[in-house]
């Protein structure tokens, strides 16, 4: 991974990932979801994540997770990882939206 894959441009990580049809996974709760999310996200809150595992496995695509500010996100980005999915902390959803 080297370190440009530590401390790289995450514009380039998030390009790679849609490029292979990573699914973005809204992490935000029902009600932060259903004010304004990214088009064709799919939402499942942080807490439900790790209970899902393995309909997110299902997908087959690499994941980039959102939420309002990138801490949920984050979090569930490391349950995917420690769970053999490809995943990433796509951030605040907002911003991320911008970098698709």
Not at 47 to 65: D, L, M, R, S, Y
């Amino acid at each position: 991974m080297g370190l440009f894959g530590l401390f790289g441009n995450k514009g380039k990580k998030i390009k790679d990932f849609t490029d292979r049809g990573a699914i973005i996974l809204d992490v935000r709760s029902k009600a932060e979801y259903d004010g304004g999310a990214i088009p064709g996200s799919k939402h499942i809150p942080l807490q439900q994540v790790a209970g899902k595992i393995n309909e997110i496995k299902k997908w087959n695509k690499p994941v980039i997770t959102c939420c309002a500010s990138g801490m949920r996100s984050g979090s569930a980005s490391a349950i995917l990882k420690s769970n053999g999915v490809e995943s990433m902390n796509g951030g605040g959803w907002a911003s991320l939206y911008k970098k698709l």
